[in-house]
């Protein structure tokens, strides 16, 4: 069960990854070692996934964005799309979805002539029948923080310091 200092650090390392634990340490009262073993828990307990860069695709000339759904001709390949997907680079996303398609995926290509060939090589794959693709257009929004309550530890409520046992 998270508790509130937990939800502070989930919420402030969601805002900026590379805040450093002295910082953190400072704000919620605790010492360095505490918060960094509280940062350890929530890694080791997969609440936490990593830490990474956000990169601008573009700028590494990736320019063609795209939605494809993958409408599968039978659920006895649907883990093998999936395999396929986590191999091929270009695939940034790949989720199993209700609806028209078993498949939804988010990828980045150079220009629409790898996009093509991607996806010929993706209605290749086994078990899929067709696709169905719309061109990303612009991005407003994008990975946004989880909504973590509460988000800020007001000064009156910082906890006490842990005892380092």
């Known amino acids: 069960m998270l508790d509130q200092i937990d939800q502070f650090l989930i919420s402030a390392l969601q805002e900026n990854g590379r805040r450093k634990k002295s910082d953190l340490a400072r704000e919620i009262g605790m010492s360095v070692p505490a918060v960094a073993e509280r940062m350890k828990k929530l890694l080791e307990m997969g609440v936490i996934r990593g830490f990474t ?33 986590r191999q091929h680079p270009e695939v940034l996303e ?26 010929r090589e993706i209605q290749a794959w086994p078990g899929v029948n067709r696709t169905e693709t719309r061109l990303i257009l ?24 842990e005892s380092e046992a």
């Open 94 to 119: 790949c989720m199993s979805v209700t609806g028209d398609g078993s498949h939804l995926l988010i990828v980045r290509t150079a220009n629409t002539s790898s996009l093509e060939n991607l996806l």
């Open 138 to 161: 612009s991005h407003y929004k994008q990975g946004g923080p989880l909504p973590v309550a509460p988000a800020a530890l007001k000064p009156q409520q910082q906890p006490k310091e």
């Open 53 to 85: 860069a956000q990169i601008d695709p573009r700028k590494l000339g990736l320019d063609v964005g795209a939605v494809i759904t993958i409408i599968s001709a039978r659920s006895t390949k649907y883990s093998a799309v999936v395999e396929q997907a």
